[in-house]
């Protein structure tokens, strides 16, 4: 194994690793919800329960991101830099609008994600030829 394979490589783990860590947070903020509408703290049920489904489908598209990179799957590349592009904007929204902590921490972990990304190789149409 060449010292540029084992560099390569630790880019899919990494990638995968932190989308893999994005989901878990996303099934924890929907399960927050859910529990938030089930004990009467949320003030519509329908909204909450609305969002939470929401969060839930975010969560799924991060999880098959994060499965992609596992297996070493250059198609979850692009898909990836958007979403990351998308999370880190929605970090500085956040950090802006009254929860500095909150969106630093989607910011960063946005940004790392996305530098981390860039290291993945491109899909290549010849990739599909290869495999068959």
Known sequence: MTANSRRTM????LAATLMAVQTAVLVILAVALIVATLTGNSSDTARALTEAGTVLALAVCGGLL?????????????????????????????????????????????????????????????DDDSES
């Open 10 to 13: 630790s880019f899919w783990r």
């Open 66 to 126: 994060a499965f992609g990179f596992w297996r070493e799957r250059s198609i979850a590349r692009t898909p990836s830099l958007l979403w990351n592009g998308l999370a880190a904007i929605t970090g500085l929204t956040l950090a802006t609008s009254g929860a500095p902590a909150i969106g630093a921490a989607v910011g960063l972990i946005a940004v790392i994600t996305f530098v981390v990304t860039l290291g993945v190789p491109r899909y290549e149409l010849e």
